[in-house]
């Protein structure tokens, strides 16, 4: 694939090339990250304007209900949107991608509460989040398609700021999470103060919009117009599909605990907001740091080398942190907990987009990426803080639910990454 600015070039010129690239993408992922992680973050205050029930946790099972509705569309989204930018090239998918992202944003941030509307304002949300999550859906697999082909000898760096990027979002929405918590009324955040950080995503998307806009593709479609690509993605790449699925299965499964982690803090461990807020802002820092570090790790010793010794590490330490925090939940150890989950967390999603991407082939890669991604998301991630909302009514779970729930989705992760370990990618079949 030719890359995004000349050989020719100085040094110089390539780098800031380079950099564009990376920013242009990267800022749509940040976007999308950066709301996913406030409605999560805020739930306890989205679910009393939008979804007010006599009984609090009816109440926050919708919020998280809706929250995962909202991906079961995001393998839709990235079947059309990927098959679109195999056609008719990535750029094209990515600004249609961030355009709804923003739309979906605003809808939310200016939505009038259940108290003044009534049931219009539950089901106006729905719709949002089901705009963001088909636009969503498209967003990965034709910007992780978009960095690999514009710098295929440095795969594992460049996609690695896929995620990075989901860190800076998340860095964004945990410091508004601190600042409101700390600085406003409990009355005034529940009334309009939870307003302010899907208001303030509304001024990123119309830069995210100009920049992508402006943005050089140096990549053709791969894939002919003739060509059925979504067909041949479920026809012939099913197991291709399948072993994407389950390497992401842990990492986003982590990811979606640390959007859940303010609304356990408060919940279930019945401390303050800003100790959950404070938590997964260190996380964030984590993620958005460490990621791109792994990315260039895994780039000279291998994807599932490094992918496999993280995975275990993780499915050997995951349920003893979450019995410590529970034992002990004291901000200090919440912290901590979470930080050390998260830096597991980046040390495996450093070379993850880069192993996806390599399973599939340039005709078919934005679908297939798509669609397994969104997949994976979506069962493992997106239903996941319900799911562990739930799971922590039994009482011989209760507080304990994430760290069962981690070690089962690990040791998943770890045999989808020992299968692709064990078969090239050429050789892999439907």
């Not at 999560?40 to 205050?45: K, L």
């Not at 079961?72 to 990515?94: C, F, N, Q």
């Not at 993850?352 to 397994?372: I, K, Q, V, Y």
Request: aromatic fraction near 10%; charge should be positive; glycine fraction near 10%.
């Amino acid at each position: 694939m030719a890359l995004s600015a000349p050989a020719t070039l100085p040094e110089s010129s390539r780098e800031k090339s380079f950099t564009r690239l990376v920013v242009a993408v990267s800022i749509g992922n940040a976007l999308e990250w950066y709301d996913i992680s406030s409605y999560g973050y805020f739930a306890v205050y989205v679910s009393r304007a939008f979804f007010p029930n006599s009984d609090p946790t009816i109440s926050l099972l919708l919020t998280f209900g809706t929250f995962g509705l909202a991906f079961l569309i995001r393998p839709i989204g990235g079947v059309v949107l990927g098959a679109y930018a195999d056609r008719h090239g990535r750029k094209a998918s990515l600004m249609v991608s961030i355009v709804l992202m923003t739309a979906g944003t605003l809808a939310i941030a200016i939505m009038p509460s259940y108290q003044t509307i009534g049931l219009v304002a539950p089901i106006a949300v729905l719709a949002a989040r089901l705009v963001q999550g088909f636009s969503a859906g498209g967003e990965f697999g034709s910007s992780t398609a978009f960095l690999v082909e514009h710098a295929p000898g440095r795969r594992g760096f460049i996609a690695s700021w896929q995620f990075a990027s989901q860190g800076l979002g998340q860095v964004l929405s945990s410091l508004f999470g601190i600042g409101l918590t700390s600085w406003m009324t409990a009355t005034d955040l529940n009334s309009w103060g939870w307003r302010i950080p899907f208001l303030f995503g509304i001024l990123v998307g119309p830069v995210g919009i100009y920049i992508r806009n402006h943005l050089e593709d140096a990549t053709a479609p791969p894939a002919a117009k003739h060509e059925s690509v979504v067909g041949k993605v479920f026809t012939e790449q099913k197991l291709r599909v399948v072993l994407a699925i389950g390497a992401l299965a842990v990492s986003t499964a982590v990811n979606y605990l640390i959007v859940y982690m303010p609304t356990y803090v408060v919940k279930t461990l019945n401390l303050a907001p800003t100790v959950g807020f404070t938590a997964t802002l260190a996380a964030a820092v984590a993620v958005t740091i460490l990621t791109p570090v792994a990315g260039t790790v895994s780039d000279r010793v291998g994807r599932t080398t490094h992918m496999i010794a993280v995975g275990l590490l993780l499915l050997v330490s995951v349920f003893p942190a979450f019995l410590l925090l529970t034992r002990t939940p004291v901000a200090a150890v919440i912290v901590l907990t979470v930080l050390y989950l998260a830096t597991l967390k980046a040390l495996y999603f450093g070379p993850l987009a880069a192993l996806m991407s390599e399973l599939f082939p340039a005709a078919t890669r934005a679908t297939g990426l798509g669609l397994s991604y969104n997949i994976g998301v979506t069962v493992f991630g997106g239903m996941g803080p319900a799911f562990m909302t739930w799971l922590g009514g039994f009482a011989l779970i209760g507080n304990l639910a994430p760290g069962y729930y981690l070690t089962v989705v690990c040791a998943l992760s770890l045999s989808a990454l020992v299968t692709i370990r064990r078969t090239s990618a050429d050789a892999i079949e439907a």
